[in-house]
């Protein structure tokens, strides 16, 4: 048993917990809508979604579609990954460090084609995951340790 799985349940351990359930649920979610289309879900859709949202920042912005169509094809399956790992409790550092990092990214995205609201719901993320980070060392209710 490691020092910090003596410590008991404080204000601290349910605050991180609470932003760790929060984030996850949020990328899982995310994940799954991108799947849909007409209220059907499918690969298909996700593809035709993806395509869509890659060609449409490239079409808007700087950043050429050799870059955007990529990043918009992987950000489903990322968001997944992540989000489950982070509500298992695997690697949880790890992953906050990586759904900031996301974050940061899809901001980047949307900072070029002007969508200032969307960039300022992302920052609130972005702020959520620093806090995260730093209650992360009140982890509980994780398959792995960092």
């Known amino acids: 048993m490691t020092p910090s799985e003596r410590l008991p349940w404080t204000d601290a351990t349910w605050a991180f917990l609470s932003l760790r359930l929060f984030l996850a649920l949020r990328w899982i979610i995310s ?64 992953m906050l460090l990586a759904t900031t ?17 969307g960039v300022a719901w992302l920052a609130i993320h972005v702020a959520l995951c620093v806090g995260a980070l730093l209650l992360a060392r009140h982890n509980r209710l994780a398959l792995t340790r960092d």
């Open 101 to 117: 990092a996301l974050y940061v990214s899809l901001s980047a995205g949307l900072m070029a084609v002007e969508e200032n609201e």
């Open 31 to 94: 994940a799954i809508e991108k799947f849909e289309l007409n209220n059907e879900y499918s690969f298909a859709n996700y593809y035709e979604n993806m395509k869509r949202m890659g060609e449409g920042i490239a079409s808007s912005s700087f950043i050429p579609s050799a870059m955007a169509l990529p990043y918009a094809y992987s950000l489903g399956h990322l968001t997944m990954i992540v989000g489950v790992l982070l509500l298992l409790g695997v690697k949880t550092r790890w």
